[in-house]
């Protein structure tokens, strides 16, 4: 099932969905997920894109929609850019990510292509000094049932405009998923991973026109203790979200 199908079923399927009376549900762990589906060899074609540079991958199929995105490093911070581009001139979708270690905690994300001809566009806005290694290709069949098993196992949670939501994790978890989306409305939002009072290890901002068509989804590497995952949506009042987030 393709992903706009099931988050549009999950919209549809309770007229309170985006209430904010809603009671939150416990995060669940999703047992299905395989660490090494986030290798960049494992995804595909690898490239390394040296400080400020970039790469892009075209991806031409409409039947497919999910696009799967690696990103790591040597063990550098890693800082980048991953844009959707659709036809010449349209970018619906925008993640800046930074990771503090790119070998221990590599960016992992999915993204929508909106069953279009589209190109991934992955720039590395660092210093010329911190190369990265990227990949991107159509994800598995098991990555699409792993962020759809998500979506299925707990209600989320809304988050209004302008509206903080944090989870913490005890040591034994070592992934953390993240899926967030609109009724259609705009997505404007932060995710980070964070070890300590405000100490961030990793963090994705996202804007896009329709975060139902091009939901942000990520993996957290959560090594150690003390880990949370804090929800931010930087958008007005107006333009709430859903979080689902799962231990892995």
């Known amino acids: 099932m393709k992903f706009t199908a099931t988050l549009i079923a999950l919209c549809a399927a309770s007229a309170n969905g985006f209430s904010i009376n809603k009671p939150a549900v416990k995060t669940t762990t999703v047992l299905n997920a395989v660490a090494t589906e986030w290798d960049l060899a494992d995804i595909g074609?690898?490239?390394?894109?040296?400080?400020?540079?970039?790469?892009?991958?075209?991806?031409?199929?409409?039947?497919?929609?999910?696009?799967?995105?690696?990103?790591?490093?040597?063990?550098?911070?890693?800082?980048?850019?991953?844009?959707?581009?659709?036809?010449?001139?349209?970018?619906?979708?925008?993640?800046?990510a930074y990771t503090e270690d790119g070998m221990m905690r590599?960016?992992?994300?999915?993204?929508?292509?909106?069953?279009?001809?589209?190109?991934?566009?992955v720039n590395n806005t660092g210093p010329g000094d911190f190369p990265l290694n990227?990949?991107?290709?159509?994800?598995?069949?098991s990555m699409v049932q792993q962020r759809a098993d998500l979506l299925t196992a707990n209600a989320g949670r809304y988050i209004e405009g302008g509206a903080v939501h944090s989870v913490n994790f005890d040591a034994s978890v070592e992934q953390v998923q993240v899926c967030l989306y609109t009724d259609t409305r705009q997505l404007?939002?932060?995710?980070e991973l964070l070890n300590g009072p405000n100490n961030f290890k990793q963090k994705f901002e996202?804007?896009?026109n329709n975060g139902l068509?091009?939901?942000?989804?990520?993996?957290?590497?959560?090594?150690?203790a003390g880990n949370?995952?804090?929800?931010?949506?930087?958008?007005?009042?107006?333009?709430p979200c859903k979080a689902f987030i799962a231990s892995v």
């Open 45 to 96: 074609r690898s490239v390394r894109i040296e400080g400020s540079s970039r790469e892009h991958w075209e991806f031409p199929d409409p039947n497919q929609e999910i696009v799967q995105v690696g990103v790591d490093s040597n063990g550098r911070p890693v800082e980048t850019l991953i844009e959707l581009w659709i036809g010449p001139d349209w970018t619906p979708m925008k993640v800046k």
């Open 188 to 191: 404007n939002a932060q995710v």
């Open 213 to 224: 068509l091009n939901s942000l989804y990520v993996v957290f590497n959560s090594p150690g």
């Open 228 to 239: 949370v995952v804090r929800v931010t949506n930087l958008a007005p009042l107006e333009f």
């Open 134 to 141: 990227a990949a991107a290709a159509y994800a598995k069949p």
């Open 206 to 208: 996202v804007f896009t």
């Open 106 to 121: 590599p960016i992992q994300t999915l993204i929508g292509t909106r069953n279009k001809a589209a190109a991934i566009d």
